[in-house]
């Protein structure tokens, strides 16, 4: 990639680590699509894997006294069975498709469910079945953090645990997606420059994310975050429908 690719990619690293620092969620999905302004998407979700793996380390790391450690563990031990089912159909079976848009129903009924339907809020033993969701669609759909957030979409959690506990999830998740797609095969080499000043970016903005998520009122903090599932389940659907109409006609 030349310089000016380079900048332009760190820069959205950097602007999408404060996003994800800030509000704990949408910075990857917002990324992702700026590298694949670039690059195929057989390229995009290994590089992508490995950048938000850097920055969901560090602001886990700046948040690890707010991690609720008891849905963390239960959710990487699923996370890790996911990844492992998700490596083996990628390699010897037909890829999924479509799975974005059932992303876009979960939140839509995560924020606007009626009073009378149940509730999606699970505990210790309910984050095993999220890893394995997450692990499975994460090598097909890159970025998650958006099924995630549906999860936390709850009251009995602060804002630090929420952005704290939901990046050491991503960190783990994220690690493994790299170790899968080196198990495919995919060359991480060709990249290092890239990734070099891309995940530099992501620790950078990341670290101004969680000084301006300290300082964030609680109630802004849970309107900015249910109005971000919001817009970026909207965006899902309509990109969903358009590219499907293109594709008939």
């Avoid at 195929?40 to 950048?51: E, M, W």
């Avoid at 963390?72 to 799975?99: C, D, H, Q, R």
Wanted: a positive charge.
């Amino acid at each position: 990639m030349n310089l000016i690719e380079i900048f332009s990619l760190s820069v959205s690293s950097y602007i999408t680590a404060i996003l994800s620092a800030t509000v704990g969620l949408a910075g990857g999905t917002l990324l992702l699509s700026f590298m694949g302004l670039y690059m195929p998407i057989s390229t995009v979700i290994p590089l992508h894997a490995a950048n938000q793996f850097v920055s969901n380390f560090w602001r886990c790391y700046l948040l690890r006294t707010n991690i609720r450690r008891d849905f963390f563990w239960a959710f990487i031990s699923g996370s890790i069975l996911g990844v492992i089912l998700s490596t083996f159909t990628l390699k010897y079976f037909l890829k999924l498709e479509n799975l974005s848009i059932f992303v876009a129903l979960l939140i839509f009924y995560t924020l606007f469910k009626p009073k009378k339907m149940p509730n999606i809020v699970v505990f210790q033993k309910g984050f095993f079945v999220v890893g394995i969701v997450i692990g499975f669609c994460g090598m097909f759909l890159g970025a998650t953090g958006l099924i995630l957030g549906s999860f936390f979409v709850r009251k009995d959690m602060t804002k630090n645990e929420v952005v704290a506990t939901q990046g050491a999830m991503q960190t783990f998740n994220h690690l493994l997606k790299v170790l899968g797609f080196l198990f495919l095969g995919f060359n991480y080499v060709p990249w290092l420059l890239l990734l070099f000043f891309m995940t530099i970016s992501a620790v950078l903005g990341t670290t101004l994310g969680v000084k301006i998520l300290k300082k964030l009122p609680e109630v802004w903090f849970r309107h900015f975050f249910n109005a971000i599932l919001f817009i970026s389940a909207c965006k899902i659907v309509w990109d969903y429908f358009v590219i499907n109409f293109f594709r008939i006609y």
